[in-house]
């Protein structure tokens, strides 16, 4: 039986498992343009800037283990951008294949399409 995946919003407890899912694409994907993994302190720091600005950040969950996480920020900080956002998506390594990413995404733009 596959286990439901369930989203929600991040947690301050989440972090240490976002950093560590985060590290995993820093050291083995170009993606995220960052060569040195950032701190679980970093991490919540980067949460904060985005839950002020009044974007969502989210988590999946799978049989309570955090699987995944996405969030919208900022696209660029000129004016002309001002409406303009993007989504991050990351899954957990060995979690590949189960819809996570597209779950995340999709309650993500829902989210978003929400407004703050």
Request: aromatic content about 10%; hydrophobic content about 45%.
């Amino acid at each position: 039986m596959i286990s439901p995946i369930r989203i929600r919003d991040a947690a301050h407890a989440d972090f240490e498992t976002i950093a560590r899912i985060y590290s995993h694409y820093v050291l083995h994907v170009l993606a995220t343009f960052e060569e040195t993994p950032p701190s679980i302190d970093e991490m919540r720091a980067r949460h904060a800037a985005i839950a002020s600005a009044g974007l969502p950040y989210v988590v999946a969950e799978i049989d309570s283990e955090v699987a995944g996480y996405a969030y919208a920020s900022a696209y660029r900080a000129q004016s002309a951008y001002r409406h303009t956002i993007e989504d991050s998506v990351y899954v957990a390594d060995g979690f590949g294949g189960r819809g996570i990413g597209l779950a995340l995404l999709t309650a993500l733009v829902e989210r978003c399409d929400r407004g703050p």
